[in-house]
Nanobody, 117 residues
């Protein structure tokens, strides 16, 4: 089992920045891909940014150039630095980890990001 705990969400004005954190615990050796998804009200959950199992990074077109995914393997933590935030970035942001053998997806509980003036 893997546990993912997000933090760092909040209310920010347009143009502002936030950094989300996701701490992984448990059988983290079984995870070979981790990233961030988001879900806005009335919309489906969508990919924001992720490290693939081949150690590449993938970003959604909507966040390229504004968001950066990074990680600290010592702290078992993945970060999402979000700059130049827009109202359309408002969503619940979820951390995701993929189990290497079964491709089972683990999810965190989510953290709310609201971009509003």
């Amino acid at each position: 089992q893997v546990q993912l705990v997000e933090s760092g969400g909040g209310l920010v004005q347009p143009g502002g920045s936030l950094r989300l954190s996701c701490v992984a615990s448990g059988s983290i050796f079984s995870i070979n891909a981790m990233g961030w998804y988001r879900q806005a009200p009335g919309k489906e959950r969508e990919l924001v940014a992720t490290f693939t199992r081949n150690d590449r990074t993938i970003y959604a077109d909507a966040v390229k150039g504004r968001f950066t995914i990074s990680r600290d393997n010592v702290k078992n933590t993945v970060y999402l630095q979000m700059n130049s935030l827009k109202p359309e970035d408002t969503a619940v942001y979820y951390c995701n980890g993929i189990e290497s053998k079964t491709r089972y997806p683990y999810w965190g509980q989510g953290t709310q990001v609201t971009v509003s003036s």
